[in-house]
T-cell receptor, first 111, second 112 residues
Framework: NAGVTQTPKFQVLKTGQSMTLQCAQDMNHEYMSWYRQDPGMGLRLIHYSVGAGITDQGEVPNGYNVSRSTTEDFPLRLLSAAPSQTSVYFC??????????FGSGTRLTVV | SQQGEEDPQALSIQEGENATMNCSYKTSINNLQWYRQNSGRGLVHLILIRSNEREKHSGRLRVTLDTSKKSSSLLITASRAADTASYFCATDPQGAGNKLTFGGGTRVLVKP
């Protein structure tokens, strides 16, 4: 099935732990982004990439790293988890026609 | 800070009624997009309107854009229970390279 796949769907971390949220798309989209969504709020852009090897910061990049070694994959790394990073994380991709395709999200809790 | 702000924050209507929600934004844009999010799910792209367009239709959806007022509206006609969701506007600011900025959303409840 074509789309954006995020893993894991749920994760609990202890403060200070690190982890990588995985995102893969099979639509050959150039543009990929990571957003976080806090309860009752809209999405805030963390990092984005306009193609393999090119990444840039969004609105709330602190505490997160990304890399884009292939067109398909765009992992998000939490360097040292903090309770403030408890959120739902969405990966999205966009091809030449406008409109993002979103993954189903990763619900992260940091205790 | 969020570029788009939706109004109202929540809306409750009866099935068959129309639902209207508004979005205001701050800077010049290339386009404005509307998304739907069902509870616990990812966002689904509904419709895009470009800065040189004033109105666009897609099925039961009607979107308007007023760039002079920096505002947009989404109308859902003849609503159904399945339209219960949160609706977000997202702006593609000029010169920002497709960095979509989302508003806080409107929660719509359609009662059967």
């Amino acid at each position: 099935n074509a789309g954006v796949t995020q893993t894991p769907k749920f994760q609990v971390l202890k403060t200070g732990q690190s982890m990588t949220l995985q995102c893969a798309q099979d639509m050959n989209h150039e543009y990929m982004s990571w957003y976080r969504q806090d309860p009752g709020m809209g999405l805030r852009l963390i990092h984005y990439s306009v193609g393999a090897g090119i990444t840039d910061q969004g609105e709330v990049p602190n505490g997160y790293n990304v890399s884009r070694s292939t067109t398909e994959d765009f992992p998000l790394r939490l360097l040292s988890a903090a309770p403030s990073q408890t959120s739902v994380y969405f990966c999205a991709s966009m091809g030449r026609s406008y409109g993002y395709t979103f993954g189903s999200g990763t619900r992260l809790t940091v205790v | 800070s969020q570029q788009g702000e939706e109004d109202p924050q929540a809306l409750s209507i009866q099935e068959g009624e129309n639902a209207t929600m508004n979005c205001s934004y701050k800077t010049s844009i290339n386009n404005l997009q509307w998304y739907r999010q069902n509870s616990g799910r990812g966002l689904v792209h509904l419709i895009l309107i470009r800065s040189n367009e004033r109105e666009k239709h897609s099925g039961r959806l009607r979107v308007t854009l007023d760039t002079s007022k920096k505002s947009s509206s989404l109308l859902i006609t003849a609503s159904r229970a399945a339209d219960t969701a949160s609706y977000f506007c997202a702006t593609d600011p000029q010169g920002a390279g497709n960095k979509l900025t989302f508003g806080g959303g409107t929660r719509v409840l359609v009662k059967p």
